[in-house]
């Protein structure tokens, strides 16, 4: 097991390169420059060869590109172009509101969709069935920036409520943070929730046909154990996979819901770096939500092992 | 009650889109104590969903829509189509165990022997101890011939053979002292050699017990070397019953007689293989007079007007045919 999570950290590094080659090239492609960015209308060529030698734009892009990577090795990410400040830190302060977000989005997907899903496949072509896979379906279907454009309207139009503007903390306070942390994870969990539910019951009726369960009921196995030690337990592995991937991309921030709620996370600051050619910020945040998304994953093979006893890595 | 188990008029359908199709039709079987019971017929026949039904585990959408199914149980009879859920659960592996066709998949394959064992005692004996159940388990495990049986506890189902799996299945469904075991095919999925020590095995808990067991299977050779009384079944109806010895000797269903011939034998390797033509007809194709007579060698005009009545040739000895009831000739 140790050597394979070194083995699934080792493969880490030739993912990272390439990702940090292809937002590289794809920076020097996308026209606009930081420059004419930060000098506006008064630029002049000598001010202009002054920001890019302090930026380091004056020497050859393959040089830019081994300099600022040479660094990134150390866990120097660099500085923002635009505003001078250190960009891992501000990374790692955004990324806990994004994982707060995400966490916060799961635990409201799992509540709604695990039990919805498993008593959609208990009553399989029932009322409640066809309900539950009608709505299901709408959360999937419904684009999120217009279900929380919605929202917010509804709130505000129906019942007077605002979200407070100023972000806060979890820890600094929890009532504000909440206030402006769950209609997002309302938003974002009622899509999961969406999914979730339906790979849980097209799972659950998968494993419901095996024999093992008709062999538990065979024992004499009240309902209650039939249904949740075997075959919740069995169904939960491909639900596993997909709660793992939207967790992995949750992580890295969600550039249209941080924006609707202005929730500053790691998607929002993405996005400013990208509007500002602010090369460090973008390569920081992109290598960075890389790295959460392969952790992830990784986590979700190693969770296998402790489901299913078939799965072994060493 | 004389018999252990009493199916009277067991009828079970199931939904073909909107339209109910029958795949079992009036059946009548008793199963009588410490008796082997052989039930025979090519796949689907009606005989597994028969064993099905009687612990109630037909799957969706079939169900039982006639009938009566009465048991003789340790606490008085009863009718197990009339149960409620506990009652039914008090039932299963605890009075009447059933095993099936595909070991490799019979055991849930998240869970170690020990648990699904403990499981079954659990289920009907809540207070029984942890030392007791394991106890109770390897002396189980021992009786199967299981070789390494603490060992065997501690297992995967996917580290285990698939003779070893159906062994583990056999002492699951002992572990309680049932009165009727309901082996469904127990040895359709096993190798030949595996086979027979597995069915040995059977015949001697059986003994040990007082069991009694239906053995559901589509071998005429498993009936020869495990049962006491036969009823073959042919697209949902029972078409001959008799004593095994009996049936052997005085076959009487052109049916009965098509299935020995068909018989591999190391005699007759010489010849042909002999196949019955045709094949079973699927649930709601079934003829209107009788159901065989597609495939008949002595099939006459009455045959396919009229479908014939489950008879007595000669005593305890039934079938469904004209010809043999001395109607034809008559």
Partial sequence: MRDYIIRRLIMLIPILLGISIAIFVVMQLIPGDVVSGILGIEQTPELRAMWEKKLGLDKPLVEQYFSWIGKAVTGDFGESFRTGAPVFPEIMSRFKISAELAVLACIIAWIIALPLGVLSSLKRNSVIDRIVRVVALMGVSIPNFASATLLILFLAKGFNYHTPVKYAGLFENFGVNMQIMLLPALVLGSVMAGSVMRMTRSSMLEVLRQDYIKAVRAKGAPERVTIFRHAFKNSSIPIVTLVGMQIGSLMGGTVVIEQIFSIPGLGQYTLTGISQRDFPVVQGCVLFIAVVYVLVNLLVDILYTYIDPRISYS | ?330
């Fill in chain 2, 1 to 330: 009650m004389k018999d252990l188990l009493e199916i009277r008029n067991l009828k079970i359908t199931t939904l073909r889109g909107k339209e109910t199709v029958r795949l079992l039709d009036y059946v009548d079987l008793n199963i009588p104590k410490k008796c082997s019971f052989g039930i025979v017929g090519e796949s689907g026949c009606g005989k597994s969903i028969t064993a099905n039904a009687v612990l109630g585990l037909l799957p969706y959408p079939l169900r039982v829509s006639e009938g009566s199914i009465r048991y003789d149980s340790r606490d008085g009879e009863k009718e197990l189509l009339r149960l409620n859920k506990k009652e039914m659960q008090a039932v299963r592996g605890g009075e009447i165990s059933m095993i099936f066709q595909e070991p490799m998949t019979s055991l849930d394959p998240i869970f170690t022997v020990e648990k699904q064992m403990a499981e079954a005692v659990s289920f009907h004996h809540p207070n029984a101890g942890r030392g007791e159940i394991r106890e109770r388990s390897l002396e189980m495990l021992k009786k199967v011939n299981i070789p390494r049986p603490e060992q065997t506890l501690a297992s995967y189902p996917h580290q285990l053979s698939g003779g070893q799996l159906q062994r583990i299945m056999i002492a699951i469904a002992l572990i309680n002292n049932p009165r009727l075991l309901l082996a469904d095919e127990p040895t359709t999925a096993l190798d030949v050699t595996i086979q027979a020590q597995i069915l040995k095995l059977m015949n001697d808990l059986k003994e040990q017990n007082d069991t009694s067991i239906v053995m559901i299977t589509h071998d005429l050779g498993v009936i020869a070397e495990t049962c006491e009384e036969v009823a073959v079944f042919y697209a949902g109806q029972i078409v001959e019953q008799a004593n095994v010895v009996e049936l052997f000797s005085h076959t009487a269903h052109p049916y009965t007689q098509g299935l020995l011939r068909a018989v591999t034998s190391l005699g007759g390797a010489t010849r042909k293989l002999y196949t019955i033509p045709g094949i079973v007809p699927p649930g709601g194709q079934w003829l209107s007079g009788c159901r065989f007579a597609d495939r008949c060698s002595r099939c006459t005009e009455r045959c396919r007007q009229e479908m014939p009545a489950l008879k007595e040739v000669s005593p305890r000895h039934l079938c469904r045919c004209f010809q043999n009831s001395g109607e034809v000739d008559a």
